[in-house]
């Protein structure tokens, strides 16, 4: 399950994450980096404050890819449960040294290499960094303020990222700005922690973080959790989060439209539509639970952003003969969020006849549990 991994100056901050329901207490001096470090002394402050209730992370700091430099901060550090290490922009040549001088220290602290978005990531490292022993790898952004992490890299780009690291057996965490609305969309991609320091404040880094910004972040990763964990029940009939059960009025239902959204794509059993992509159209509308104008939160409704990011996923995945597949693979994604009751998909073709050609599916989740 998802955790929300909360960045703190000290043990005032760690106090006020800890008690808004924080997993994991990251402690970085924002005032001095993106990965600026706290002194050793504020962080045995802070490991002796938390006491064991949650796990303590500490950033080594904004350093140059020198390995010498990079294991002596990390050894400063060594009392706090993860270390985080960012990879900053370097020759590959530069980064690969200093992870594997860090192959030694890993077996006895857990390190987790931070990759920046906007600071030539390079996912080709993941291999080295399990094969040097490190327990995760995560994204963050190294420009505050220019936009989040969606802004950054493409949806399909974190896709690939949490899927290898998880692959390689490594804990995976995202942030960069992170605001509440990008939880659902990112939480999609089942990372072991998404991390903030921003929104937890309330913008500005270096103000001070709000206990109530903390409870509300941890609520929502909460409730995206909460779809996952009740899978199955709409299967059995029992309906959830307000959803009417199979066998009710869909009358009871809202809908979540995106209309007309075209992309390029590599689609069509012929050979002349092999090797090119060329226009196709969606259309998705999905039955909601109905919404609640009294609770105006991203955390109760489901985001038409999940259907845009799953059909751009479809858009990046290669070439699929089928308009049919295209659909029933989109219908099967939108239903495996449990707050979408039924589903309608239409995927039209733009180039090949006088008009568009395509096909309309409409969809329930029991139509895919069998
Ligand atoms: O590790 C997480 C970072 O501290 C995130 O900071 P941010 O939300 O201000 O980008």
């Known amino acids: 399950m998802t955790k929300l991994l909360a960045s703190v100056t000290g043990p005032e901050e760690a106090e006020i994450a800890l008690s808004g329901g924080a997993d994991i ?7 001095q980096g993106a990965l600026g470090a706290v002194t050793p ?19 080594a700091g904004d350093l140059p890819m020198q390995p010498d430099v990079v294991t002596r901060a990390v050894l400063e550090r060594k009392d706090a449960d993860f270390v985080k290490i960012g990879l900053f922009p370097a020759e590959r040549g530069e980064r690969l040294a200093v992870i594997e ?24 490292l993941l291999e080295p960094l399990a094969k040097a022993g490190f327990h995760g790898a995560m994204i963050d952004t190294m420009g505050k303020g220019a936009g989040g992490l969606l802004t950054r890299l493409p949806f399909h780009a974190l896709a690939r990222f949490v899927e290898r690291a998880r692959d390689l057996k490594l804990m995976t965490g995202l942030a960069g700005s992170l605001e509440a609305a990008d939880v659902p969309r990112l939480a999609v991609l089942k990372p072991d922690y998404l991390g903030f320091r921003g929104a937890l404040t ?25 779809s996952e964990a009740a899978e199955g029940a709409l299967s059995n009939g029992v309906g959830e989060r307000g959803m009417p059960a199979e066998g009710q009025g869909l009358g009871a239902l809202d809908r979540i439209l995106v209309k007309d959204f075209v992309l390029d794509l590599e689609i ?20 909601i639970a109905r919404i609640d104008t009294r609770n105006d939160d991203i955390g109760e409704v489901y985001s038409y952003d999940l259907i845009i990011d799953a059909v751009r996923a479809l858009a990046e995945r290669g070439h699929t003969d089928l308009v049919e597949t295209l659909a029933l ?12 009751f039924e589903v309608s998909v239409r995927v039209e073709k733009l180039e090949l006849g006088p008009g568009a050609v395509g096909i309309e599916i409409r969809r329930r989740r029991a139509d895919f549990i069998g």
Not at 25 to 31: G, N, V
Not at 103 to 112: C, H, N, Q, S
Not at 268 to 287: L, N, P, T
Request: no cysteine.
């Open 329 to 340: 693979d989109l219908a099967r994604t939108v239903l495996s969020d449990r707050r979408v």
């Open 41 to 59: 002394e504020v962080l045995a402050a802070t490991i002796a404050a938390v006491a064991g209730r949650r796990s303590v992370s500490a950033v």
């Open 268 to 287: 069509g059993a012929y050979g002349h539509e092999r090797s090119r992509k060329q226009k196709v159209r969606f259309s998705v509308d999905a039955a």
């Open 25 to 31: 207490i990251d402690l970085k001096d924002p005032a």
């Open 101 to 124: 001088a860090l192959g030694e220290v890993a077996r006895d602290i857990r390190l987790v290499a931070v990759f920046f978005a906007d600071g030539e990531p390079d996912f080709e």
């Open 202 to 226: 309330g913008g500005r880094r270096d103000d001070a973080v709000d206990p109530g910004n903390v409870r509300r972040l941890a609520a929502l990763i909460a409730a995206n959790a909460v």
